[in-house]
């Protein structure tokens, strides 16, 4: 199994540019979840899907975020137009329908906006 | 408001030793408690989960309690190796919605 993969692994934008992160969660996850990490505030989840359906997106901190899950196998986490308050580590996740709730991370993107 | 909290500073240990990493929550009511293990530029991988019923889980050299009385979690690592030196996250359930709530982490080093 090849995990969840997340591309690009590294971006550097500069401002006001669109930045565009994807993600293919783990084939037979039904959940799938973006969060964001900074020094500052820690492991932050920006919004989930459940079947392809978003479900929380209170965690987005503005409309300058959006996300998508067209497929069960495709995410993507869009900001439009980037600042350099976004740079951050950003992880997609993915869960199944065990009952122990754990969550497979992917290894991130780290996102630098000069 | 609602809180997660873990130990800022970094546990510095020697090998050998058991490490006692520790998680205190406020205004939430956990059905399960999580720990994750983060490497550096790494995403976070899961460990253990234990439930509001359950006052303690093993699995190897890890241990976690939980005591919804003091609202707080101790995750320990008995016979600590340096490939454990890693930051270790906390993470709440809350219910249903499959959401986790994170702490901000503890780093472990161990040395040799």
């Known amino acids: 199994d090849a995990g969840v993969i997340q591309s690009p692994r590294h971006e550097v934008t500069e401002m006001g540019q669109e930045v565009t992160l994807r993600c293919k969660p783990i084939?037979?996850?039904?959940?799938l979840f973006w969060y964001r990490q900074t020094m500052m505030r820690g492991l932050e989840l920006l919004i989930y899907?459940?079947?392809?359906?978003?479900?929380?997106d209170s965690g987005m901190p503005e409309d300058r975020f959006s996300a998508k899950m067209p497929n069960a196998s495709f995410s993507t986490l869009k900001i439009q137009p980037s600042e350099p308050r976004d740079s951050a580590v950003y992880f997609c996740?993915?869960?199944?329908?065990?009952?122990?709730?754990?969550?497979?991370f992917g290894p991130g993107t780290r996102l630098t906006v000069t | 408001s609602q809180k997660i909290e873990q130990n800022s500073e970094a546990l510095n240990i020697q090998e050998g030793k058991t490490a006692t990493l520790t998680c205190n929550y406020t205004?939430?009511?956990?059905?399960?408690l999580q720990w994750y293990r983060q490497d550096p530029g790494r995403g976070p991988v899961f460990l253990l989960l234990i439930r509001e019923n359950e006052k303690e889980k093993r699995k190897e050299r890890l241990k976690v309690t939980f005591d919804t009385t003091l609202k707080q979690s101790l995750f320990h690592i008995t016979a600590s190796q340096p490939a454990d030196s890693a930051t270790y996250l906390c993470?709440?359930?809350?219910?249903?919605?499959?959401?986790?709530?994170f702490g901000s982490g503890t780093r472990l080093l161990v040395r040799p």
């Open positions: 993470a709440l359930v809350k219910d249903s919605s499959y959401k986790l709530i």
């Open positions: 996740a993915s869960r199944g329908t065990t009952s122990s709730y754990e969550q497979y």
């Open positions: 205004n939430y009511s956990p059905a399960y």
């Open positions: 899907f459940n079947n392809n359906v978003p479900i929380d």
């Open positions: 084939s037979g996850h039904n959940s």
